[in-house]
């Protein structure tokens, strides 16, 4: 009788102790199982073309490009905010947001005035982590 109570004892210890190991692999943390917080990659973008240090020229009142995310694209998409604005006193030429979740984003600077060198200022942010965000920008100036 007594080797039946230890031998009990043992088997339900090992259960106890093989179901607690398996409950704490499948729970929580950053894979995506119950519970737990995503961690997301910080977000990195591009344009394209990118002039780099370069004026972009426009021929007409628009300049097409794209933007591109680099990183892991965040699960809930990504907000896009697009703000053009004059060197000579800073004032909105042209400002547009949008949501995406597929790169990359065709998009494009509007109502662009001949010879007016203006900064374009892109900033992407996660929709589901408004903190993690990253800017570029560029001049653009309308021939």
Known sequence: MRKIIIISAIYILACGSFLSCSKGSSGGGSNGGGGGTVTEESLSISIDPDPGTLVASSLG???????????????????????????????????????????????????????????????????????????????????
């Not at 933007?67 to 892991?72: A, G, L, M, T």
């Not at 907000?79 to 042209?94: L, R, Y």
């Open 61 to 143: 009142a628009s300049y097409d490009f794209k933007v591109i995310i680099k990183s892991k694209m965040p699960p809930s998409g990504v907000k896009i905010d697009i703000i053009c604005t004059k060197d000579a006193d800073n004032s909105t030429v042209f400002s547009q947001s949008l949501n995406n979740s597929v790169s990359p984003i065709n998009t494009l600077v509007g109502n662009l005035q001949a010879g007016v060198l203006c900064t374009t200022k892109i900033t992407a942010a996660s929709i589901s982590k408004p903190s993690n965000q990253v800017s570029v920008s560029f001049k653009v100036a309308r021939k």
